[in-house]
């Protein structure tokens, strides 16, 4: 399911077993508010990109996050590699989309 | 029947239409083909559930008995409910869930969106929230009765199968009765006769998409709508739902 | 735990191996793209599966209360909080999948009983209250052990957490909001409250699992920052916290020998029956049987609506091929 660029990686496991007849992955990005840019907010399994939107809404907008959605599949999105010197010092910039401070934490879940 | 009677009653369609079919969807939960199916239909769960507070709520208060929208879903008895036959059909397989869901949805969107332009502005008020909803129901519910009636040989059969169940449910939907001549004369609900063509031409093009044959025969199972003969799954729907309420009378919860 | 004795795969001792353990003690996220020690991947496969599938099966014993819910508020509190399980999971699985297994092969484990999931779901609901406790108890020991996951050194994992934790903030207060209601409620009530609490506070102290303070696997995985705390380090902050809530209640927690311990400023408990856990473990719980039976229906009689859709998907994307 992955080419060397997929930003998924293959493992032995998913090389020797077949192919199987699953639903693809998605990559969903939400927009939250008008005039924000689309943000990552997870992944989902869908049959196909109309399916993958309607997914989205109901997996990821459950809390009226969100005014737009975009979903590619998962297979599509084209990733660097980690640096060539060592595994280190990956920049975490070349995802900011995947970085957690994009949620708020509310008080509650620690009090609770 | 007097004005209020007759708006009571048209209250509790709307309002029991949508606690049964949320109902019947609520059953899915933790049962669904994929977790992606089993999301959605809470979600539709969550919406109908919701309908249907704000139609028994307002039922209750134009009543004016005291009862609010619990009391009248979980106090009444079969004879008393005044929902639609289709809704209350079991769950079946999940195609027979997503075409019952997809004939109700088509139904319930040319309703709400001729009650938006209600006399009653409580009742447009409800509409004009529910709509929202419900035009999501539709494009979900389409596209999976499309996606299931065009994809293998078994998930045609199984569509095709489902539609020919249903269908003879559909007619009742469509049959104005004196509660409808007085909601239509007041101008708080449309003439139901007039739904039909929208319904026909939306209800077509999904179906011939989805590759499936409306079945022959104008044949209309009634009795649901006005309370006169639901059929006896209505009764096992009741006897969960009811139960806690029934069983401990005056806990609250 | 929702992971409970997760095994670790020891760690290897070659530069790449001590570079990677640099990064994560630096406190650095490590992401699906970067090297990894086998045994990294393979435990946190092991670990998130099988929180993705504790999930899962969880929606099952308050699922079995949704169509039985007092009042269409209560209903529809109940089917929100069932729906986020089936979120949670879904976020798990594919937090997994950045790791190179599919979620039909994690399913497909947990169907022909492979892999597990937590203890405490193989134990049956049998009243109202029961949705209270399960809420206030068994989501109040899971917080426990999801806050601090925030903070594991895997990036998708940690992601999950903390939209996980962002979305539960409602479901342990709606569990402890049904007690309350119970513990003012009428006889009968108050009766099923104290039955619930009765029947689950052992099993949810099981659910951190026995203890592992000498347990190389839980070393292991905490060096790697995918375990945070010890069993017991998390039981003993359970139930301290959760005791003045039953005190609140006026329920009594069902172990005779509870006391406060000044000395460790913490309360002395009964450990739960650790044979009964293993049996449980092993399928013997009171409702392994229906739990699994209850997934592998929905997973067999899906079939044809999975492979249904991906045809209608497929035959659509051929056509549009066909149209250009």
Redesign the interface.
């Known amino acids: 399911?992955?080419s060397p660029n997929s930003?998924?990686?293959?493992?032995p496991?998913?090389r020797t077993?077949p192919k199987?007849?699953?639903?693809p992955?998605w990559e969903v990005f939400i927009r939250g508010q008008h005039g924000m840019s689309h943000r990552h907010?997870?992944?989902?399994?869908?049959?196909?990109e109309?399916?993958a939107i309607?997914?989205a809404?109901?997996?990821y907008t459950?809390?009226n996050e969100g005014v737009s959605i975009w979903v590619v599949e998962a297979r599509h999105i084209a990733?660097s590699?980690?640096s060539e010197k060592?595994?280190?010092y990956?920049p975490?910039e070349s995802?900011v989309y995947?970085h957690?401070t994009f949620?708020?934490?509310?008080d509650?879940?620690?009090a609770? | 029947m007097t004005h209020t009677a007759a708006y009571f009653e048209f209250l509790c369609r709307m309002g029991d239409n949508t606690l049964v079919l949320g109902h019947r969807v609520s059953e899915w939960c933790g049962h669904a083909p994929?977790?992606?199916e089993d999301?959605?239909l809470a979600?539709t769960a969550l919406d109908l559930i919701g309908q249907t507070q704000m139609w028994l709520g307002l039922a209750g208060e134009v009543e004016g008995k005291n009862r609010d929208a619990d009391k009248l879903a979980m106090l009444r008895d079969v004879w008393d409910f005044r929902n639609c036959l289709l809704v209350e059909q079991p769950n079946g397989d999940f195609g027979q869930t997503m075409m019952r869901q997809f004939l109700f949805d088509v139904w319930h969107l040319a309703m709400l969106t001729e009650l938006k332009n209600s006399s009653e502005q409580r009742v447009a008020d409800i509409a004009a929230k529910a709509i929202k909803e419900v035009m999501?129901h539709v494009?979900?519910s389409g596209?999976t009765v499309i996606?299931l009636g065009d994809g293998t040989s078994e998930s045609h059969a199984r569509m095709q199968k489902a539609l020919d169940l249903l269908w003879p449910y559909v007619g009742e939907l469509f049959i104005p009765d004196a509660v409808d001549i007085a909601m239509a004369e007041a101008g708080i609900a449309p003439d139901l006769g007039k739904l039909r063509d929208t319904f026909d031409a939306q209800v077509g093009d999904v179906l011939a998409a989805a590759t499936l044959t409306i079945p022959d025969g104008n044949f209309a199972h009634k009795g649901g709508r006005s309370g006169t003969q639901h059929s006896e799954h209505l009764g096992h729907l009741l006897t969960q739902m009811q139960w806690l309420q029934r069983a401990y009378p005056g806990a609250t919860w | 735990m929702y992971a409970q004795m997760v095994k670790s795969e020891a760690a290897d001792d070659s530069a790449?191996a001590k570079?990677?353990q640099?990064?994560i003690d630096a406190g650095e996220?490590i992401?699906?793209?970067?090297?990894m020690p086998a045994g990294y991947?393979k435990t946190l496969i092991r670990q998130m599966g099988q929180h993705a599938h504790s999930e899962i099966v969880g929606q099952l014993p308050e699922g079995n209360w949704i169509t039985r819910a007092p009042t269409l508020e209560r209903k529809a509190i109940l089917l929100?909080k069932v729906?986020?399980e089936a979120?949670h999971g879904?976020?798990l699985y594919?937090a997994a999948?950045?790791?190179?297994?599919?979620?039909?092969?994690l399913t497909e484990m947990l169907l022909d009983g492979r892999m597990k999931y937590s203890s405490i779901f193989n134990y049956p609901t049998l009243t109202w209250a029961d949705m209270g406790a399960v809420g206030w108890l068994v989501d109040?020991a899971a917080?426990m052990n999801q806050?601090p996951l925030?903070r594991t050194s895997f990036?998708p994992y940690?992601?999950?957490m903390?939209?996980i934790?962002?979305?539960?903030?409602f479901h342990?207060?709606q569990g402890y909001d049904i007690m309350m209601k119970m513990a003012a409620g009428t006889e009968a009530q108050k009766k099923m409250a104290q039955d619930a609490l009765n029947r689950l506070w052992f099993p949810s102290l099981m659910m951190f699992g026995p203890s592992d303070k000498d347990s190389v696997h839980s070393t292991q995985s905490m060096a790697w920052k995918i375990k945070m705390n010890t069993n017991d380090e998390l039981r003993q902050k359970f139930v301290d916290q959760t005791v003045p809530q039953a005190e609140y209640l006026g329920l009594t927690v069902p172990d005779k020998d509870l006391k406060w311990n000044d000395e460790k400023g913490g309360y002395d408990f009964t450990e739960p029956d650790w044979d009964e856990f293993f049996d449980v473990l092993k399928g013997n719980g009171p409702c392994n049987t229906e739990r699994l039976a209850a997934r592998n229906k929905a997973w067999d009689d899906g079939k044809w609506v999975?492979?249904g859709?991906?045809a209608?998907?497929e035959k659509?994307?051929i056509r549009k091929v066909a149209a250009q």
């Open positions: 399911m992955s930003a998924y990686p293959d493992t496991a998913t077993k199987r007849h699953e639903w992955l907010v997870g992944s989902l399994h869908a049959p196909d109309e399916k309607l997914n809404r109901d997996v459950r809390r990733a590699s980690p060592g595994p280190l990956e975490s995802k995947r957690p949620f708020d934490i509310p509650e879940v620690g609770m | 994929v977790l992606e999301i959605a979600n999501y494009e979900r596209e996606g | 790449e570079a990677f640099a990064r996220k992401e699906p793209k970067d090297w991947r929100a729906q986020d979120g879904l976020y594919c999948e950045t790791l190179g297994v599919s979620r039909d092969e109040g917080i806050v925030q990036g940690s992601r999950a903390i939209r934790c962002k979305e539960e903030s342990q207060r999975r492979d859709l991906l209608h998907a659509r994307s």
